[in-house]
């Protein structure tokens, strides 16, 4: 027998946000989030982005899941105040991108930062004794400066995930490898600029990509809801009111876990 009403579900917008830097946390929430999605087998997915990047990996498995979703729906990405480097990489998987005019984005590239702190180790009498079992193996250690042979390595580390970054935008909007590195240097621009470029479709606000999405799949956009996979909240959210807490200390904080957290590692991640 065939069920005569559809799930509530067919005729309401998901809507995912990704906001801050992505890293492992952010994977977690989102394919968790998408997988329910697909489950509930909604139309179409809204996804608001709003991350200056964050690690490779992570940024990449959630543009393979969402490549994979769009198959079965249409996905509509809208850009917010910024979306750069590996925010740009996550909206590869949207079919469609929208961003404001004056939306940050681009920093197409790849990053790596380590510390040396020889001359200060120095001043105050501190080394140490490192056995390894090879030469490279204390790689982008801050107790000395690189060797030439590691300078070069982490070189290629760096252009191996630079051009498969290239690949995947050039791919994604349907543009040359060639063309995409005339703009992928690293630079930002605006979203007035992405769209001259390729890179953005339209220009809009989030509402604007809601109706768009709305759209796409038949659905009227003056009456169509949008369903939010919010992020779980924090135990303390319910005793203090509002994001006071998150916009203060507590977000200084995530911000230098994950400095900490990803000091030598390639990051799509744009730094001002």
Do not use: C
């Amino acid at each position: 027998m065939v069920w005569p009403f559809k799930s509530k579900f067919r005729k309401q917008i998901a809507k995912i946000e990704i906001t801050g830097a992505i890293a492992g946390s952010t994977r977690k929430r989102v394919l968790e989030a998408l997988k329910t999605v697909e489950e509930k087998k909604f139309p179409a997915l809204l996804l608001r982005i709003d991350s200056p990047g964050g690690t490779v990996g992570d940024s990449q498995e959630i543009y393979s899941a969402l490549k994979r979703l769009r198959e079965k729906m249409k996905i509509v990405a809208s850009f917010g105040n910024i979306s750069a480097s590996g925010g740009v990489y996550i909206g590869m998987g949207a079919e469609h991108i929208m961003a404001n005019p004056g939306t940050i984005t681009g920093s197409i590239g790849v990053i790596l930062r380590g510390n040396n702190l020889q001359r200060l180790l120095d001043k105050i009498g501190v080394s140490f004794k490192v056995i390894k079992s090879g030469p490279y193996k204390d790689i982008l250690s801050f107790d000395r400066e690189l060797t030439d042979s590691e300078e070069t390595i982490l070189q290629e580390l760096i252009d191996t995930s630079y051009q498969q970054f290239v690949q995947t935008v050039a791919e994604g909007r349907n543009l040359t490898p060639e063309t995409v590195r005339t703009f992928a240097d690293g630079r930002i621009f605006t979203g007035e600029q992405a769209v001259e470029l390729g890179v953005v479709d339209r220009l809009g606000t989030e509402e604007d990509a809601r109706r768009w999405a709305a759209e796409l799949v038949n659905l009227d956009p003056e009456k169509t809801e949008v369903y939010t996979l919010e992020e779980p909240k924090p135990w303390y959210s319910k005793i203090l009111p509002g994001n006071k807490v998150k916009n203060g200390l507590t977000s200084k904080i995530d911000w230098l876990e994950f400095e900490l957290s990803t000091s030598g590692l390639p990051l799509w991640l744009y730094r001002p």
